[in-house]
């Protein structure tokens, strides 16, 4: 058996950074994720007034209450969703004029009702180029609070903004969501809000919508570890179910684990391979099985890839469902596994919010289109462990979350 220590969990350090930014006193995170993501966050921080140390092991950001030190900024997000929706809604709560701008590839991807939301709560946020896009300057004089509806169908990081938003206002905030995609994202937000002192709570309504109350509460520092990251994880699992006599053990990702990306196992289990989830980790065996299914992952999105890479290995087809949020991710990523499924010789179909793959051998040489996105390149080292020729045509791309992947990825594929 193979114990691999999985880097922090993005969403875990994403959120932290952003509560330790907005709490009262200094907060040490403990084993963050160190990629240009989380990396990204940081310098965003410190851009906008932040007080942030950096240390191997921990990061220490000295919280604001009143918002970003600088009363005007230029902070770029890079290719960070999470930087470039948490940090303009950090940055409204305070006072100051402060502009945001990333990278092409954020630029393209959505924040319209991310932007609709906060302008409606009085947010003077003004795009310079495109409506609903990047980049924008927030004309940031503190926020009120008060009422709004959303529609976070496209992505749960516009309510988990908002969410986060609430104890910084003046009379607290309640957010009625007409739609929710990857709702265990909003669960991490919640459990993390609460663990820095918010007071949140939820009705549910007759026709499936729900109501958020958070309360104007502000935040406590305090030390808070962050547990590794379960999305790249999925790409571990993945192979040990595919090898046959191979497992690995990921500790620190058991039972309590916020993350409901640690789902894919139970994918992985109605595979057909071996699943223990315990207390202090998870272990996934390979039984020398892997049946097709069909599956829905709109609560896991982010580990679609992962099993559109794998399925081709499967007895049957695989036909993965309710995915339309991952169209609009890094990439159109069920274009990208279909596009390269059909390079690799598998036959492929997809439509709006699905794809469906059969059951087939890849053959390389065959270099995969990464579309510059880090899933992409970790997915697809899985289907290489079965398919000689296989390349990437921008292998770095995974420096977003895992910099050190391929080697550690490497070296556990070359252990029986």
Not at 20 to 41: M, N, Q, W
Not at 238 to 259: D, F, I, K, M, N
Not at 330 to 347: K, V
Request: hydrophobic share 40%; net charge negative; with cysteine.
């Amino acid at each position: 058996m193979t114990v691999i220590d999985i880097p922090g969990s993005k969403s875990v350090t994403a959120r932290a950074l952003f509560l330790a930014a907005a709490a009262e006193g200094t907060t040490t995170l403990l084993r963050p994720l160190v990629s240009d993501d989380t990396e990204g966050f940081a310098e965003g921080l410190t851009a906008l007034g932040y007080a942030v140390r950096r240390e191997a092991d921990a990061w220490h950001v000295e919280g604001r209450p009143a918002g970003p030190g600088a009363d005007s900024a230029d902070v770029y997000c890079r290719d960070g969703a999470t930087t470039a929706r948490f940090l303009p809604t950090l940055a409204a709560a305070g006072h100051g004029t402060y502009r945001f701008d990333a990278s092409a590839q954020m630029r393209r991807r959505p924040l319209g009702p991310l932007s609709t939301a906060l302008r409606d709560l009085g947010v003077d946020l003004r795009h310079g180029g495109a409506e609903g896009h990047h980049p924008l300057d927030v004309h940031a004089r503190g926020v009120k609070g008060g009422a709004l509806t959303l529609d976070a169908g496209q992505s749960s990081q516009y309510l988990t903004a908002l969410l986060m938003l609430g104890p910084l206002t003046a009379e607290g905030l309640d957010i009625t969501v007409t739609d929710l995609v990857s709702e265990p994202y909003v669960e991490i937000t919640l459990a993390m809000m609460r663990d820095f002192g918010a007071e949140i709570t939820e009705e549910r309504g007759r026709d499936g919508g729900r109501t958020y109350r958070v309360a104007p509460t502000g935040y406590r520092a305090r030390t808070y570890g962050v547990e590794p990251d379960a999305s790249t994880a999925s790409y571990f699992f993945a192979a040990a179910a595919l090898e046959p006599g191979r497992s690995v053990t990921v500790p620190g990702l058991g039972t309590g684990a916020l993350q409901g990306d640690l789902g894919f196992v139970e994918v992985l289990r109605r595979m057909g391979a071996d699943v223990d989830i315990s207390a202090t980790g998870t272990t996934v065996r390979s039984t020398g099985t892997l049946r097709g299914l069909t599956v829905t992952m709109r609560d896991i999105s982010d580990t679609m890839p992962t099993l559109a890479a794998l399925a081709p290995f499967a007895d049957g087809p695989v036909r993965i469902e309710d995915v339309a949020n991952t169209r609009v991710k890094e990439c159109d990523r069920l274009d990208a596994c279909a596009e390269n499924l059909r390079r690799l010789g598998i036959t492929v179909r997809t439509g709006p919010d699905w794809i469906e793959i059969q059951p087939g051998t890849p053959s390389g040489p065959v270099e995969i289109a990464t579309h510059g996105d880090h899933r992409i390149v970790m997915s697809f080292a899985v289907t290489a462990l079965r398919t000689p020729g296989i390349t990437f045509d921008d292998p770095g791309c995974v420096k977003k979350t895992f910099p050190d992947f391929h080697r550690v990825f490497g070296g556990f594929a070359g252990t029986p």
